[in-house]
Protein backbone atom coordinates (compact mmCIF):
# COMPACT_ATOMS: atom_id res chain seq x y z
CA UNK A 1 0.00 0.00 0.00
CA UNK A 2 1.10 3.39 -1.08
CA UNK A 3 2.09 6.23 1.61
CA UNK A 4 -0.16 8.89 1.76
CA UNK A 5 2.88 11.15 1.48
CA UNK A 6 4.54 11.29 -2.33
CA UNK A 7 8.49 11.56 -0.48
CA UNK A 8 7.79 10.05 2.20
CA UNK A 9 7.98 6.21 2.76
CA UNK A 10 5.63 4.17 4.90
CA UNK A 11 7.86 2.95 7.27
CA UNK A 12 8.87 6.14 7.90
CA UNK A 13 5.44 7.44 8.39
CA UNK A 14 4.78 4.62 10.78
CA UNK A 15 7.83 5.02 12.81
CA UNK A 16 9.43 7.88 15.06
CA UNK A 17 12.83 7.72 12.78
CA UNK A 18 13.87 8.23 9.45
CA UNK A 19 16.02 5.78 6.94
CA UNK A 20 18.25 7.05 5.38
CA UNK A 21 16.96 8.00 1.88
CA UNK A 22 13.98 10.40 3.94
CA UNK A 23 16.32 12.04 5.95
CA UNK A 24 18.34 12.91 2.72
CA UNK A 25 15.36 14.23 1.01
CA UNK A 26 15.00 16.73 4.09
CA UNK A 27 18.56 17.25 4.07
CA UNK A 28 18.09 18.27 0.06
CA UNK A 29 14.88 20.37 1.49
CA UNK A 30 12.44 18.22 -0.36
CA UNK A 31 10.49 17.41 2.65
CA UNK A 32 9.86 19.08 5.90
CA UNK A 33 9.30 18.28 9.23
CA UNK A 34 5.74 19.55 8.72
CA UNK A 35 5.23 17.67 5.84
CA UNK A 36 5.74 14.55 7.84
CA UNK A 37 4.10 15.82 10.74
CA UNK A 38 0.91 16.16 8.56
CA UNK A 39 1.78 12.74 6.84
CA UNK A 40 2.17 10.90 9.88
CA UNK A 41 -1.28 12.36 11.39
CA UNK A 42 -2.86 11.24 8.15
CA UNK A 43 -1.51 7.93 8.37
CA UNK A 44 -2.85 7.31 11.87
CA UNK A 45 -6.25 8.78 10.40
CA UNK A 46 -6.45 6.05 8.13
CA UNK A 47 -7.56 3.48 10.45
CA UNK A 48 -11.08 5.81 10.97
CA UNK A 49 -11.10 7.10 7.91
CA UNK A 50 -10.55 4.25 5.28
CA UNK A 51 -11.06 6.77 2.12
CA UNK A 52 -7.27 8.29 3.25
CA UNK A 53 -5.97 4.65 2.00
CA UNK A 54 -6.52 6.07 -1.51
CA UNK A 55 -5.49 9.51 -1.02
CA UNK A 56 -1.83 11.31 -1.87
CA UNK A 57 -0.54 14.24 -0.55
CA UNK A 58 2.28 16.03 -2.69
CA UNK A 59 3.37 18.96 -0.38
CA UNK A 60 2.87 20.61 3.12
CA UNK A 61 3.00 24.50 3.86
CA UNK A 62 2.40 26.51 6.50
CA UNK A 63 2.54 29.35 8.89
CA UNK A 64 2.36 30.28 12.19
CA UNK A 65 -1.57 30.25 11.92
CA UNK A 66 -2.34 28.05 8.89
CA UNK A 67 -1.32 24.91 7.14
CA UNK A 68 -1.80 24.71 3.24
CA UNK A 69 -1.87 21.04 2.05
CA UNK A 70 -1.24 20.10 -1.80
CA UNK A 71 -2.81 17.53 -2.81
CA UNK A 72 -2.91 15.10 -5.84
CA UNK A 73 -5.57 15.48 -8.72
CA UNK A 74 -8.90 13.89 -7.39
CA UNK A 75 -7.97 13.84 -3.55
CA UNK A 76 -9.10 17.17 -2.24
CA UNK A 77 -12.30 15.71 -1.12
CA UNK A 78 -10.83 12.41 0.51
CA UNK A 79 -8.34 14.30 2.72
CA UNK A 80 -11.58 17.06 3.56
CA UNK A 81 -13.28 13.98 4.65
CA UNK A 82 -17.08 13.97 4.55
CA UNK A 83 -18.51 17.08 6.05
CA UNK A 84 -14.95 18.39 6.85
CA UNK A 85 -14.41 15.87 9.34
CA UNK A 86 -10.47 14.20 8.48
CA UNK A 87 -9.63 18.20 7.84
CA UNK A 88 -11.15 19.38 11.44
CA UNK A 89 -9.27 16.24 13.05
CA UNK A 90 -6.34 17.39 11.27
CA UNK A 91 -6.86 21.15 12.33
CA UNK A 92 -7.33 20.11 16.09
CA UNK A 93 -4.41 18.27 16.25
CA UNK A 94 -2.06 20.42 14.71
CA UNK A 95 -3.59 23.38 16.57
CA UNK A 96 -3.69 25.55 13.16
CA UNK A 97 -6.26 26.10 9.95
CA UNK A 98 -5.57 23.72 7.53
CA UNK A 99 -6.46 24.49 3.75
CA UNK A 100 -6.70 21.54 1.16
CA UNK A 101 -5.51 22.93 -2.58
CA UNK A 102 -5.63 20.61 -5.49
CA UNK A 103 -2.09 20.59 -6.83
CA UNK A 104 -1.54 21.54 -10.55
CA UNK A 105 1.94 21.71 -12.59
CA UNK A 106 -0.12 24.67 -14.73
CA UNK A 107 1.10 27.68 -12.47
CA UNK A 108 -1.91 29.57 -13.50
CA UNK A 109 -4.70 26.79 -12.75
CA UNK A 110 -2.53 26.04 -9.39
CA UNK A 111 -2.72 29.80 -7.80
CA UNK A 112 -6.25 29.72 -8.55
CA UNK A 113 -6.65 26.44 -6.36
CA UNK A 114 -4.73 28.01 -3.66
CA UNK A 115 -6.99 31.21 -3.98
CA UNK A 116 -9.73 29.80 -4.25
CA UNK A 117 -12.96 31.41 -3.64
CA UNK A 118 -10.75 34.59 -4.46
CA UNK A 119 -11.18 35.64 -7.90
CA UNK A 120 -7.61 35.75 -9.84
CA UNK A 121 -7.83 38.93 -11.91
CA UNK A 122 -4.30 38.26 -13.38
CA UNK A 123 -0.95 36.52 -13.04
CA UNK A 124 2.63 37.63 -14.89
CA UNK A 125 5.64 37.86 -14.45
CA UNK A 126 7.09 40.90 -14.36
CA UNK A 127 11.02 41.69 -14.82
CA UNK A 128 12.52 44.08 -12.78
CA UNK A 129 15.31 46.51 -13.09
CA UNK A 130 17.69 44.73 -11.41
CA UNK A 131 17.07 41.33 -13.42
CA UNK A 132 15.49 39.41 -11.32
CA UNK A 133 11.59 37.68 -12.10
CA UNK A 134 8.37 38.39 -9.65
CA UNK A 135 5.75 36.64 -9.84
CA UNK A 136 2.89 39.27 -9.55
CA UNK A 137 -0.89 38.10 -8.76
CA UNK A 138 -3.67 40.57 -8.70
CA UNK A 139 -6.59 39.46 -6.50
CA UNK A 140 -10.15 40.88 -6.32
CA UNK A 141 -10.66 42.29 -3.35
CA UNK A 142 -14.19 42.23 -3.74
CA UNK A 143 -14.47 38.60 -3.81
CA UNK A 144 -12.51 37.01 -0.82
CA UNK A 145 -11.63 37.62 2.78
CA UNK A 146 -8.04 38.58 4.27
CA UNK A 147 -5.39 36.09 2.53
CA UNK A 148 -2.22 35.15 3.81
CA UNK A 149 0.01 36.71 1.77
CA UNK A 150 3.10 35.44 2.99
CA UNK A 151 1.75 32.15 3.19
CA UNK A 152 0.85 32.58 -0.57
CA UNK A 153 4.50 33.95 -1.10
CA UNK A 154 5.86 30.66 0.64
CA UNK A 155 3.73 27.96 -1.63
CA UNK A 156 4.24 29.59 -4.91
CA UNK A 157 7.81 29.75 -4.42
CA UNK A 158 8.31 26.41 -2.68
CA UNK A 159 6.84 25.02 -6.03
CA UNK A 160 7.75 27.48 -9.26
CA UNK A 161 10.70 28.95 -7.64
CA UNK A 162 8.85 32.72 -8.08
CA UNK A 163 9.13 35.60 -5.56
CA UNK A 164 5.95 36.27 -5.63
CA UNK A 165 3.94 39.79 -4.90
CA UNK A 166 0.09 39.78 -3.82
CA UNK A 167 -1.80 42.91 -5.19
CA UNK A 168 -5.55 43.23 -3.96
CA UNK A 169 -7.12 45.58 -6.04
Known sequence: MPSIHREICEICLKSDVLCPACEEKVKNGIISALDIEVARILEKLKEKFKVLKSAEIIKVVGSENYVIILARKGDVSKIIGKNGSIVRALSKELGKQVKVVEYSEDMKTFINNLLFPANVETISIVYKRDGNKVLKIVVSSKS?????????????????????????V
Open 144 to 168: TKKIDEELIKQVVHSLFNYDTEVVM
